[in-house]
């Protein structure tokens, strides 16, 4: 039973660690001191969904099933 828990809690422990791993690929995170919120915005304006004219048709296939 101990052998379980201490398996458990390596497991969770390491899951946890690697899950609050980040790459900063331009820039640093010191920039970002002192902003408190931010506003995010995706741009969908140009996306092409395969096998499907356009949205319309991609959305009306979806609702049928």
Known sequence: ??????????LISTTLLFAQKSKVNEGSFKNLKG???FNLV???????????????EFLKAGSKN
Not at 1 to 10: D, G, S, W
């Open 42 to 56: 995706f741009d969908y304006t140009d996306v092409q969904i395969p096998k499907y004219k356009s949205e319309e």
């Open 1 to 10: 039973m101990k052998k379980q828990l201490t398996i458990m809690f390596v």
């Open 35 to 37: 902003i408190t919120e």
